[in-house]
């Protein structure tokens, strides 16, 4: 879902002014100032951010408008510094400014420059859902996009919320935030002792926050304002447990948090997950059966950078746009700081390619992805350029493509992960609380936690059974080039993708690729035939390509039978057969929290099955796991994580009285 920028008017002064809410961002006088006093005085920010080492301390902010309250956090952070901490940064953010408003903001303040011009170039494009943005020093920004109280009723409460910025207008002005059901929400999710700040001191606001278990106290306020508010949470006077999924669905914490983590597969999945972890001060072993990284799927020549797309609202269009922009950024972050050969050369996705699956319609699509994301091909002069066949489709001007070992071996490299090659993981155990790693050659590595990231090897493990993982065999193919295909700049998918030659000197272009129900991983001549034929079909020349296969190339996509990658901790099927039996008889039966005790295995997870998709989500899926790993709050929404949770097949086949 897109959403809508502010209408502003601006100062003299050059501040911005919102004409829907008729309200300043920040105070017209002293902007740092007041902030500097509300909130970081206020919530004694210092003090408490100088007790945070070893630990994750979560701010939440409640109307990010230009980011001045961020900036001003962050830049205490980096002076105070805690060691092996994290700052968890939560916005929430319902019109999000342009990036030209932001520029023209952060103009104004010339003292959090080097912060300010770190992030700009990482704010999003106005989508709904959260983006999750890593910023050096250990900080960490997820801005929700969307209403506020949406966006927080949908977040499961992980380690919790150590303090509060209310900035969402005044009360008055804006009587859709600052409600009842939103401070239920802020209740719910806040630690003991969490600490809350807000300029506003209205009588409404501080009743409403002491039924939530808040005692409030009048502040003296900044400047011209009398007063401002602090809130400490004790206790909530309406307790009882809220639940925002199913049963089955509730992953518990995690016990084991901040030790080293074993990693089976050193493909996309198992490298963004060592990278993840690093972030965070996390060591990593990863075990890898090949005698080098990315030696299967992941080490095809070259992989295109897409969201897979929707034409109706779903968690699941949430999770692969947000996958999918959250890739774009750090493949940006990576190539400024680590050199990725990374070529954000834009993608056209010719109708066909659409199609695939579902009745994919152009109009539907768009009304659900901003300018920035998604174009109609029509509106750009590409076509002309490449001799497109057919000029309906669409553009994507900030996907590209890489070689994607290459990418593994960076994350890798800058993870300092422990790499065990030729290891292949041929068991796994639980004993003493802790999981022993059995490889082929009976060797043993104990660990408290562990990650299975080997894609369809996954099936071996007796603790990934029923879970639905097929593989499918994919070949690509390369062809020489023509003087007018050596001109093409973009990616151009149709029932097949046609790269851009990578060399000038010797024009030669990556045609991937076949689908074939198996796991053989022999090339086939008709699949390159097959390959050149549909790959020719996306231009308007059959000279485009030449006649000669070079080479081909064949790698195993793991996928499920809903298409969907398997992303979380790995449930215990036995006990869910135990728990939720009653579900063959009545598909529809409630059950109540306490059944979820023992439905998952301590300190298993998994991130597998990304089909032909895992550039784009194999990143996200990472720090899905690294928050759960690490109990930190989630950059998704409850119902983003059931989706994705691997426990679906088993409930699935339960409902069907298939188990
Ligand atoms: C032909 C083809 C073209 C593709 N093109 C694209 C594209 O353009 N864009 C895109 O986004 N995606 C593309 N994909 C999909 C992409 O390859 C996958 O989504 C992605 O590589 C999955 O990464 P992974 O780490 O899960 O799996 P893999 O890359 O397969 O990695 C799994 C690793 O685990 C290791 N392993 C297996 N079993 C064990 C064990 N028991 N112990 C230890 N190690 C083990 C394997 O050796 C392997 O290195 C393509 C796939 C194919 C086949
Ligand atoms: C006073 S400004 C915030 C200033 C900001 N904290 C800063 O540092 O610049 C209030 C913000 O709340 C946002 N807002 C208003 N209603 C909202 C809602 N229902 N959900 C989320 N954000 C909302 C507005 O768009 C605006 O950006």
Not at 358 to 373: F, G, K, M, Q, T
Not at 612 to 622: E, K, Q, R, V
Request: glycine share 6%.
């Amino acid at each position: 879902m897109k959403l809508t920028h502010p209408q502003l008017s601006w100062s003299e002064q050059g501040h911005p002014f919102s004409e829907e809410f008729s309200d300043i961002y920040f105070s017209s006088e002293d902007p740092l100032g007041e902030s500097q006093y509300v909130f970081i005085e206020g919530s004694k920010l210092e003090h408490k951010l100088s007790l945070a080492n070893n630990k994750t301390f979560t701010i939440g902010e409640l109307g990010f408008g230009s980011g001045l309250n961020f900036l001003l956090c962050w830049r205490l952070w980096k002076k105070l510094q805690p060691t092996k901490a994290t700052f968890h940064y939560i916005a929430f953010e319902k019109y999000p400014l342009d990036s030209a408003s932001h520029e023209r903001i952060f103009n104004l303040w010339p003292e959090l420059k080097d912060l300010s011009d770190a992030l700009l170039p990482l704010l999003p494009a106005p989508c709904y859902g959260c983006h999750r943005i890593l910023l050096h020093d250990s900080v960490i920004l997820d801005l929700h996009f969307g209403d506020a109280l949406e966006r927080l009723r949908t977040l499961d409460k992980r380690s919790g919320v150590d303090c509060w910025f209310l900035d969402g207008f005044n009360p008055r002005s804006n009587k859709e935030l600052w409600q009842r059901n939103l401070l239920r929400e802020i209740s719910r999710l806040s630690k003991q002792d969490s600490c809350l700040v807000s300029y506003s001191v209205a009588g409404e606001l501080r009743r409403g926050l002491e039924k939530f278990g808040f005692s409030c106290e009048k502040l003296a306020g900044f400047g011209r304002k009398r007063h401002m508010l602090r809130g400490i949470f004790k206790q909530a006077q309406t307790t009882g447990e809220v639940s925002l999924a199913n049963a089955w669905n509730l992953v518990p914490l995690n016990k084991t948090e901040g030790n080293e983590v074993a990693i089976v597969g050193a493909g996309l999945a198992g490298s963004t997950l060592a990278y993840s972890l690093a972030g965070r001060g996390v060591g990593a072993s990863v075990f890898e059966s090949s005698g080098r990284m990315a030696a299967a799927a992941s080490g095809i020549t070259q992989f295109a950078l897409r969201p897979r797309l929707f034409q109706a609202e779903s968690p699941l269009l949430e999770f692969y746009l947000q996958s999918y922009l959250f890739t774009v950024s750090q493949l940006q972050q990576l190539s400024d700081k680590a050199n990725l050969n990374w070529q954000q050369c834009g993608l056209i996705q010719l109708e066909q390619a659409l199609n695939k699956q579902a009745n994919l319609e152009i109009e539907r699509i768009r009304d659900n992805y901003p300018e920035s994301v998604i174009q109609l091909l029509q509106d750009s002069d590409l076509q002309g350029a490449v001799r497109l066949g057919k000029t309906e489709g669409l553009f994507f001007p900030l996907s590209g493509w890489l070689a994607p070992a290459e990418l593994c071996n960076m994350l890798i490299e800058l993870s300092k992960a422990r790499l065990y090659l030729d290891t292949q993981i041929v068991e796994l155990r639980r004993s003493n609380e802790q999981w022993i790693l059995r490889d082929s050659n009976q060797n043993e590595y104990t660990y408290k936690q562990v990650v299975i990231a080997n894609s369809f090897g996954a099936t071996h493990f007796s603790q990934c059974e029923g879970l639905s993982i097929e593989s499918v065999a994919g070949q690509t193919s390369t062809v020489a080039g023509s003087a007018h295909s050596a001109l093409q700049q973009s990616v151009v998918c149709g029932s097949r993708t046609v790269f851009p030659s990578t060399t000038e000197k010797e024009i030669r272009h990556l045609i991937a690729a076949s689908y074939r129900n198996d796991s053989n991983l022999n090339s086939a001549q008709e699949d390159d035939l097959l390959n050149l034929e549909s790959a020719r079909q996306n231009f308007k020349h059959r000279a485009y390509l030449g006649d000669q296969i070079i080479e081909s190339q064949v790698g195993i996509r793991s996928n499920t039978a809903d298409r969907i990658p398997l992303v979380g901790q790995l449930p215990d099927k036995d006990a869910i057969h135990k728990n939720y039996g009653e579900l063959s008889r009545n598909a529809r039966k409630d059950f109540t929290l306490d059944s979820a005790a023992d439905n998952y295995w301590p300190g298993l997870y998994i991130s597998a099955a990304h089909g032909s998709n895992g550039l784009a989500t194999c990143g996200m899926s990472a720090e899905i796991l690294t928050s759960l790993l690490l109990n930190e709050q989630l950059p998704v929404s409850q119902s983003v994580l059931d989706e994705i949770n691997p426990v679906r097949f088993i409930i699935r086949a339960l409902k069907k009285q298939q188990a």
